[in-house]
């Protein structure tokens, strides 16, 4: 009789174990069924990019990038990987698709606005236009002063003045690639460009 109540006991405990591996198996099944892993960028869903703040997850990363992008190249696979190990979701716009066209900052209007013409070379001397000086235009703050072929001298800053705080699709403006957005609640949490600034703003993803 004890021994019928001690192998009844063993069967009871296989029996929750076996639950427990059924339960285990059903939900990395359920989870690889919703969440299912990539290989590569081209496993992540594509978006036009005015749909950025629609989609309908409560929390997600929108990539903008190029296939041109060397550093693109660089970045793409910490995505990959933030989205199979950590469970991000990352949707994808191809900045060098045309519908995505409207994302771009404007690169040649930031040109005529910061592109100064601010003296001329005149025998050999710089000779500058009044009010101006080379003093006026710092490097540190991304002006580039050069002479031109027509001795012109002139004033350029490389730097791109974007909204980096885009409140909506309309506002947003990529000036560079690989650019990462953040969105949470169906609003802004975070935009980075360049490798550096977006594994920053990977890494603040939470399971």
């Known amino acids: 009789m004890s021994y019928n109540k001690r192998g009844s006991k063993g069967v009871v405990i296989m029996k929750k174990i076996l639950i427990g591996l059924v339960a285990v198996v059903v939900i990395a099944v359920t989870a690889n069924f919703l969440f299912p892993s990539v290989n590569s960028l081209a496993d992540l869903k594509r978006i036009d990019y005015r749909d950025s703040f629609s989609q309908k997850e ?96 002139v004033a350029y800053n490389d730097t791109p003045m974007n909204n980096r705080l885009p409140q909506s699709a309309e506002e947003i403006q990529v000036s560079g690639t690989p650019a990462l957005l953040k969105i949470k609640d169906g609003k802004f949490a975070g935009y980075a460009e360049g490798v550096a600034e977006a594994r920053q703003l990977l890494g603040t993803y939470k399971k």
């Open 58 to 153: 409560s929390e997600y990363y929108v990539y903008f990038y190029q296939e041109s992008c060397p550093l693109c190249l660089q970045f793409s696979p910490e995505l990959v990987a933030a989205y199979n190990d950590n469970g991000a979701l990352i949707y994808v716009v191809d900045m060098a698709a045309d519908q995505n066209v409207g994302a771009w900052y404007d690169w040649d209007a930031h040109k005529k606005q910061y592109t100064k013409v601010i003296g001329k070379v005149e025998n050999g001397v710089q000779v500058f236009n009044e009010g101006e000086s080379s003093a006026k235009y710092p490097s540190n703050e991304g002006w580039v002063i050069s002479v031109k072929d027509n001795n012109e001298i």
